[in-house]
């Protein structure tokens, strides 16, 4: 729910307003400049104040970038000048704020609420400065974008939406207040009819037609049990574009359960009407075919939210940029799941699947981290397809065909990680 911030917002008006004074100043008629600003190649840095000017950008309008994996595979802890970015609405005119890397306006934080409703005997209002005085845990845990990998499922049928690779995830460190306590820390006394519990974030949709950025989770679902309510990532405050002041947390959960700009909690007793909820980032229950279901056939009966990470594994190096020397190769990379069970073993094969070697795992810094692991294998000049899949404790695993798990708006690409990398 948006509050006054003109005071602290440059709008697009203004912006081509100037651009048009300045046309005028050297010369060119008015929109000339503008358009010939358009035409210069649109880097992140300009889109995201602070991120990094290498990184891919799959919608220049929302903020919508990914992180190259030569620049992933850099850091431990992904640093917010690389960490992908997803925003449902436009950060211009009062949302304007929200389009940077620095922490959120100190004004905006110092008035800060959240409210929490719904089914419950006492609604509450709690501020920032209440949860900063509350005990911090910290989580350390990968955020991934349901639609990590989509680009993958084109071999079957291009799906819309952005075209992400690998790039949709980061490992990050969160630190906040445990979600379960702090509820129950409240004395609200929910009701029994309230299963579910919805989320809703600051930003609004720009059309009237649009609904809000809602999340709904079951009460009763174990991974609520480790949320937080993040007030820092990677040690300092949540940078705006990454959902600060506070953003809910849900470890092992995709990228969209994790609801930034947090300004509302509901008790209720069913999930939210909002088609973040009820049609996007759901996957179909049964396997479904391109000419058979569409983008707008979800119901709350034909499919599930898009909730923890389907296990998967990703290649760090070598990447195709390094072009490599064939012979005795150390092959490095990460695997994760929903930190429901451990990851047991991570196979690489060099011969497109015909014979796979166990790799070393490094034990995680958390069950919802990246796991580490790596393995020195012969590889022969020309170009080889580089294969890992992960597995877990529960005998979950990576689908060797992860097309079969095609859905029309692509989420939870988790096939065999398969690279083609040349070796001279
Ligand atoms: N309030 C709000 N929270 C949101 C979104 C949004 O549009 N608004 N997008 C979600 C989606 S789809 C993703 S993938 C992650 C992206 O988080 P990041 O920008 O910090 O990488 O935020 C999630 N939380
Ligand atoms: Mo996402």
């Known amino acids: ?37 358009a035409q210069v190649k649109e880097t992140a840095d300009k889109i995201i104040h602070g991120k990094s000017s290498e990184m891919i950008i799959h919608n220049a309008k929302l903020g919508v970038t990914e992180t190259p994996l030569e620049l992933l595979r850099k850091y431990k802890h992904t640093p917010k000048e690389i960490l992908f970015s997803r925003y449902h609405f436009p950060h211009e005119g009062e949302a304007a704020w929200y389009g940077t890397t620095e922490a959120p306006p100190a004004k905006l934080v110092e008035n800060w609420t959240i409210r929490i409703d719904g089914l419950v005997k006492r609604p509450r209002t709690v501020t920032i400065a209440e949860l900063q005085a509350m005990p911090q845990e910290q989580r350390i845990s990968v955020l991934q974008c349901a639609g990590n990998g989509r680009s993958f499922y084109a071999a079957k049928q291009k799906v819309s939406g ?41 930003d609004q949709p720009a059309t009237r037609a ?93 499919s599930r939210p898009t909730y923890g990470h389907a296990i998967k594994s990703v290649i760090f190096s070598p990447l195709p940029s390094d072009s490599p020397k064939s012979g005795m190769t150390e092959i490095t990379g990460v695997a994760f799941n929903d930190g429901m069970a451990p990851i047991t073993s991570v196979e690489v094969s060099t011969d497109s699947g015909k014979s796979w070697h166990t790799a070393t795992l490094e034990k995680p810094e958390s069950p919802w ?24 404790a529960l005998g979950r695993t990576q689908p060797i065909d992860g097309l079969a798990r095609w859905n029309p708006r692509g989420y939870e690409w988790n096939g065999v990680e398969r690279s083609a990398v040349k070796f001279s």
């Open 369 to 392: 981290a990246w796991h580490y692991w790596s393995v020195k294998l012969q590889v022969g000049a020309g170009e080889q397809t580089l294969m890992s899949r992960a597995t877990d």
């Open 162 to 202: 952005g075209q992400w690779q690998n790039g949709g995830m980061g490992n990050v460190v969160w630190e906040g207040v445990p979600l379960k306590p702090f509820l129950e820390s409240l004395e609200m006394e929910p009701s029994l009819s309230a299963r579910w519990l919805t989320a809703e974030g600051w």
């Open 210 to 302: 649009g609904t809000d950025f809602a999340k709904s989770y079951l009460i009763d679902d174990e991974a609520l049990d480790h949320a937080i309510l993040a007030l820092k990532m990677n040690g300092e405050p949540i940078p705006a574009i990454h959902g600060g002041p506070v953003r809910l947390i849900i470890p092992g959960f995709y990228g969209n359960m994790n609801v930034k700009l947090l300004t509302v909690l509901l008790f209720a007793a069913e999930q939210s009407p909002s088609t973040y909820q009820s049609v996007g980032y759901r996957m179909p229950l049964a396997p479904v075919e391109p000419d058979t279901f569409g983008a707008n056939d979800y119901t709350l009966e034909n």
């Open 1 to 37: 729910m948006p509050k006054d911030l003109s005071h602290i917002s440059i709008t697009r008006r203004r912006f081509s307003a100037l651009t048009g004074l300045l046309g005028l100043v050297f010369g060119f008629a008015p929109g000339m400049l503008s358009r010939a600003i």
